[in-house]
């Protein structure tokens, strides 16, 4: 995937090519990205998990997947995809990937150069918008996965249940 603001590092799809040939078993991956907004800024994570970079996930033109991956997506993701519009497909695709398929790789290296234009300016960190997405992004997740709520219920979780109850309430 590759948004229109964004552009590949020059060996991104030889990369991909080489990751997705030696596992062929891996559905799913995602790389690095290199932000670019007034100076550039190499993000690095040592974990290769989905959980080592919650609540954080590189953007949508990070992400890889195989052909099968995408059409189980959309048929689980189809009857949601317009119930959670502040969770973005990339981020629903990072969940489904990691929690559902259990199939969730990443690349450790920056091959993306990333802007961060646009609609991700409205999600400043602890602000208003980023709690209602972060407590949108559990609801997603519980919607889609089969399992019991506690598998959801954690610390973080409940964070953001609390302070997104007490924005709202504030805004009454």
């Not at 960190?125 to 407590?135: I, M």
């Not at 889609?144 to 409940?158: A, C, F, T």
């Amino acid at each position: 995937m590759l948004d229109s603001d964004d552009f590949f590092h020059k060996n991104k799809l030889k990369q991909l090519f080489n990751f997705f040939s030696k596992n062929k078993e891996k559905k799913f991956v995602q790389n690095l990205p290199i932000e670019i907004n007034n100076k550039v800024k190499h993000l690095k994570k040592n974990k290769n998990s989905f959980l080592s970079y919650w609540p954080y996930l590189p953007p949508e033109s990070c992400i890889s997947f195989r052909r099968n991956f995408m059409n189980k997506f959309l048929i689980k993701n189809n009857k949601l995809r317009f119930k959670f519009k502040d969770v973005w497909l990339g981020f629903r695709m990072g969940l489904f990937a990691f929690f559902i398929e259990e199939n969730f790789a990443t690349i450790e290296k920056n091959l993306t150069f990333y802007k961060g234009l646009g609609e991700s300016n409205k999600y400043k960190k602890f602000g208003l918008n980023w709690f209602v997405r972060r407590k949108n992004s559990f609801d997603y997740l519980y919607k889609i996965s089969n399992k019991e709520q506690k598998y959801l219920i954690n610390l973080d979780y409940i964070i953001t249940l609390i302070i997104s109850f007490i924005f709202r309430f504030r805004k009454l």
